[in-house]
């Protein structure tokens, strides 16, 4: 799917292949604190913030990827 408006003012997008989420692009239209339960399970993910090199976070035990976004951020996740 693409675009779908958020609560937070965050749009969000994702594609899914070979039986689940390769992708999640989120777009913020305003400053926020954005909260997405893990499509990645409770293990590592990746962050790429902008055109930035991808770094690895380790998502919170309970399974909910917390990112502070600036306004106009684009912010792409992914599998560790």
Do not use: H, N
């Not at 990746?46 to 909910?64: F, L």
Request: aromatic share 4%; hydrophobic share 45%; glycine share 16%.
């Amino acid at each position: 799917f693409r675009g779908l408006l958020a609560l937070g003012g965050v749009l969000v997008s994702a594609r899914r292949s070979r039986g689940g989420v390769q992708t999640v692009t989120l777009q913020a239209q305003g400053a926020t604190e954005f909260r997405l339960a893990s499509p990645f399970g409770t293990g590592a993910y990746r962050v790429r913030r902008g055109a930035s090199a991808a770094a690895k976070r380790a998502a919170p035990a309970d399974g909910v990827i917390v990112l502070k976004l600036k306004k106009g951020e684009r912010v792409t996740l992914g599998p560790a």
